[in-house]
């Protein structure tokens, strides 16, 4: 199975910041599948990025993906009060699917 | 709209068995594959079982292997998910997620609200 892990842990930042998001996978991604999503306390996750760098539907443009091959970047430019939330890296490429453990964004 | 729906959650004692459901709408089910992945308290996600759209697989987690089995009924946009041999870490959240190709190489675009199963003497 790949491995995905994300770092840092927890980021504490403050409402206007930009945050930056690592995830690494212990081999290769093929054709960037990768997709990142957003998980806000009490609720289900939501789909942000897919592809490394497509943002889903309806996400706002503060939210960008980068990387290839074991290493992906998520990027939020400018922190809204929703942000502060957990936030997952999933690759897609090899069965199983398999997800990150999360980096919490929390207000500093 | 799309949206999920699930159903069938609840407190269950270890051995036990349940049967998950969840109601699909706003989009043709049978063209897309259907997963459940759960969150055990103040854990992450872990993915459990998919089945594509035309029913085939099914896939299932090394960890539920044997013990839970998915199954879709495309003439009822629902996929179910039976679980038996419960134990106390199957205790989670069990989210509906649609994904976004009919077979393979696919992420979730579209997630239920979850129900909640736990499993205690």
């Known amino acids: 199975d790949i491995v995905l892990t994300q770092s840092p842990g927890t980021l504490s930042l403050s409402p206007g910041e930009r945050a930056t998001l690592s995830c690494r996978a212990s081999?290769?991604?093929?054709?960037?599948?990768l997709a990142w999503y957003r998980q806000n306390p009490g609720q289900a996750p939501r789909l942000l990025i897919y592809g490394a760098a497509s943002r889903a539907t309806g996400v706002p443009d503060r939210f960008s993906g980068s990387g290839s091959g074991t290493d992906f970047t998520l990027t939020i430019s400018r922190l809204e009060p929703e942000d502060f939330a957990v936030y997952y890296c999933q690759q897609y490429y090899s069965s199983p699917p398999t997800f990150g453990g999360g980096t919490k964004v929390e207000i500093k | 709209e799309v949206h999920l729906l699930e159903s069938g959650g609840g407190l269950v004692q270890p051995g036990g068995s349940l049967r998950l459901s969840c109601a699909a709408s706003g989009f043709t089910f049978s063209s897309y594959v259907m997963s459940w992945v759960r969150q055990a308290p103040g854990k992450g996600l872990e993915w459990v079982s998919a089945i594509s759209g035309s029913g085939g697989g099914p896939y299932h987690a090394d960890s539920v292997k044997g013990r839970f089995t998915i199954s879709r009924d495309n003439s009822k946009n629902t996929v179910y998910l039976q679980m038996n041999s419960l134990g106390p870490e199957d205790t989670a959240v069990y989210y509906c997620?649609?994904?976004?190709?009919?077979?393979?190489?696919?992420?979730?675009?579209?997630w239920g609200r979850g129900t909640t199963v736990t499993v205690s003497s």
């Open positions: 081999q290769s991604v093929s054709n960037t599948y």
């Open positions: 997620a649609k994904g976004s190709t009919p077979i393979r190489y696919y992420f979730m675009d579209v």
